[in-house]
Nanobody
Framework: QVQLVESGGGLVQAGGSLRLSCVAA????????MAWFRQAPGKERDFVAA????????TNADSVRGRFTISRDNAENTLYLQMNSLKPEDTAVYYC????????????????????WGQGTQVTVSS
């Protein structure tokens, strides 16, 4: 079992940048496929980006491609989300998630595919 703790959220103006972190504890971080999701008030939890356990495969949602970058540091047990060119529509609570991968270097894009979740960090982008 793994515990996930996100940080790095905050208030930023449109066009600005933020870097989210998700620190894992309690299990071997490097064996998990990881992802970021986000949820705005009154909306479903949406996929943002995913990364395989090796870091060799990355998948991004169309809405963030070219602006957000997911990465991981297995030595530091940390998942990152670098967010650039932020827009008001990026405002949401951002969650990191983890699961045991079924196959080598696979990413997963649906919330139901993930076992472990952090508590979330709020990102607010003002216009």
């Amino acid at each position: 079992q793994v515990q996930l703790v996100e940080s790095g959220g905050g208030l930023v103006q449109a066009g600005g940048s933020l870097r989210l972190s998700c620190v894992a504890a309690g299990s071997t971080f490097s064996k998990y496929a990881m992802a970021w999701f986000r949820q705005a008030p009154g909306k479903e939890r949406d996929f943002v980006a995913a990364i395989s356990w090796t870091g060799g495969k990355v998948t991004n949602a169309d809405s963030v491609r070219g602006r957000f970058t997911i990465s991981r540091d297995n030595a530091e047990n940390t998942l990152y989300l670098q967010m650039n060119s932020l827009k008001p529509e990026d405002t949401a609570v951002y969650y990191c998630a983890a699961r045991d991968p079924l196959y080598y270097d696979t990413t997963y894009q649906h919330p139901s595919e993930y076992t472990y979740w952090g508590q979330g960090t709020q990102v607010t982008v003002s216009s």
